[in-house]
């Protein structure tokens, strides 16, 4: 099993600013790496994946890199809608998530 | 645009086997993993496995002995079954549909249903 680690735990932010979301993998996953968005009572949305591309309707504020083991999402500059939690994927193996990133105003 | 629709029962009993099903509208089933994912209140979130519309399958190995997904390409159904199921597996459990990159089946989920919030307990 491939394992996801995701930090901060929680990211406390306010609207404007840049959010840096971070995400290692337990052994290299190449750039086999998506990024979900989840709000309070929804499924997750997909934002990123293969590391840097945005999913269909993804605003160019968000923005992902990195490949084998380090990746990171970056938000440059935060919207009030923004504010959720942030899941990271691998499918390098069968798949796998990370514990997630609560992004807090 | 593909929209997904879990239904079941909303509470099983320990012991008993869950079972889901996903209606698929909006789009075509073929050519796609279809996936199950749950999430457990307040936590994180685990797949538990694929179906391909060849009815090829595969599971997450934590849970690969209790469940069983099946694909009626007829219908644009996908279900799942989970016996022996106990407090632990308490949770929302969502269908979702994998991309397609460059013609290929990949296993990233770009399309969800809302979700079924399955409790378990007696």
């Known amino acids: 099993e491939i394992v996801l680690t995701q930090s901060p735990a929680t990211l406390s932010l306010s609207p404007g600013e840049r959010a840096t979301l971070s995400c290692r993998a337990s052994q290299s996953i190449f750039t086999y790496l998506a990024w979900y968005q989840q709000k309070p009572g929804q499924a997750p949305r997909l934002l990123m994946y293969d590391a840097s591309t945005r999913a269909t309707g993804i605003p160019a504020r968000f923005s992902g890199s990195g490949s084998g083991t380090d990746f990171t999402l970056t938000i440059s500059s935060l919207e009030p809608e923004d504010f959720a939690i942030y899941y990271c994927q691998q499918r390098s193996n069968w798949p796998t998530f990370g514990q997630g990133t609560r992004l807090d105003i | 645009q593909v929209q997904l629709q879990e239904s079941g029962p909303g509470l099983v009993k320990p012991s008993e086997t869950l079972s889901l099903t996903c209606t698929v509208s909006g789009g075509s089933i073929s050519g796609y993993y279809w996936s199950w994912i749950r999430q457990p209140p307040g936590k994180g979130l685990e797949w538990i496995g694929y179906?391909?519309?060849?009815?090829?399958?595969y599971y997450n190995p934590s849970l690969k002995s209790r469940v069983t997904i099946l694909i009626d390409t007829s219908k644009k159904q996908v279900s799942l079954k989970m016996s022996s199921v106990t407090a632990a597996d308490t949770a929302v459990y969502y269908c979702?549909?994998?991309?397609?990159?460059?013609?290929?089946?990949?296993?990233?989920?770009?399309?969800w249903g809302q979700g079924n919030l399955v409790t378990v307990s007696s």
């Open positions: 979702a549909r994998g991309m397609s990159i460059a013609a290929r089946p990949v296993w990233y989920f770009e399309f």
């Open positions: 179906i391909y519309d060849s009815g090829s399958t």
